[in-house]
């Protein structure tokens, strides 16, 4: 079955980086996008970046534009956000979700999530 | 970045229908529709519907979507204790060049 299952969430002083990653499996990597979605305690869900699975066609949300940087390596069915500057705001749980790009079925299967908190 | 625009709360009553909107821009749901999900308290969100009011295998027939003009719809018939839930619209928007999201409904089955 498709899983997609994020690491590299924790705790972060503000101004520090942190690396995340989404190991997919279950589904073929190819024709695939991964999305970053996040969700502060409490909130609503905000998008954050998507990649498609050859490392092409990427896009940003102007919250993380400039400061945030998503790959993807489609030897390894793996997706990483590279977490520059954080602030506090950046403080949520962090989903990684699927898109298959023939359907057109934008997140589709989701991760369980890994929590990022930006405190000093 | 602009987002949706969903009511903050429904309240309907058990095997009643259940209605939530969401309204956009001619640059994200008048154009590409937009896609439905629902997220339980501690879980991770649930696709319900996708492009072209498309339902993943699995969700059930109770749930539609539909649009019209700037405004996507989700109909939820049949209202069960387990619909009771937050739910999400999304959007690709084409000005911005990313995906926005509505802030969620609190969907209350009385």
């Known amino acids: 079955q498709v899983q997609l299952v994020e690491s590299g969430g924790g705790v972060v002083q503000p101004g520090r980086s942190l690396r995340l990653s989404c190991a997919a499996s279950?589904?073929?990597?190819?024709?695939?996008?991964i999305h970053w979605v996040r969700q502060a305690p409490g909130k609503g869900l905000e998008w954050v970046a998507a990649?498609?699975?050859?490392?092409?066609?990427?896009n940003y949300s102007d919250s993380v534009k400039g400061r945030f940087a998503i790959s993807s390596d489609n030897s390894e069915n793996t997706v990483s956000l590279q977490m520059n500057s954080l602030r506090g705001e950046d403080t949520a749980v962090y989903y990684c979700?699927?898109?298959?790009?023939?359907?057109?079925?934008?997140?589709?299967?989701w991760g369980q999530g890994t929590l990022v908190t930006v405190s000093s | 970045q602009a987002g949706l625009t969903q009511p903050p709360s429904v309240s309907k009553d058990l095997r009643q229908s259940a209605t939530l909107t969401c309204t956009g821009n001619s640059n994200n749901v008048g154009n590409e529709g937009a896609a439905w999900l629902q997220q339980h308290q501690g879980h991770p969100p649930k696709l319900l519907s996708y492009?072209?009011?498309s339902r993943p295998s699995g969700i059930s027939d109770r749930f539609s979507a539909s649009r019209s003009g700037i405004t996507a719809s989700l109909t939820i018939t049949g209202l069960q204790p387990d619909d009771e839930a937050d739910y999400y619209c999304s959007a690709w928007d084409s000005s911005l060049s990313a995906w926005v999201f509505g802030e969620g409904t609190k969907l209350t089955v009385l």
């Open positions: 279950g589904f073929t990597f190819t024709n695939s996008a």
């Open positions: 979700a699927r898109e298959l790009l023939a359907r057109g079925s934008t997140f589709d299967n």
């Open positions: 990649v498609w699975y050859d490392g092409s066609n990427i």
């Open positions: 492009r072209n009011n």
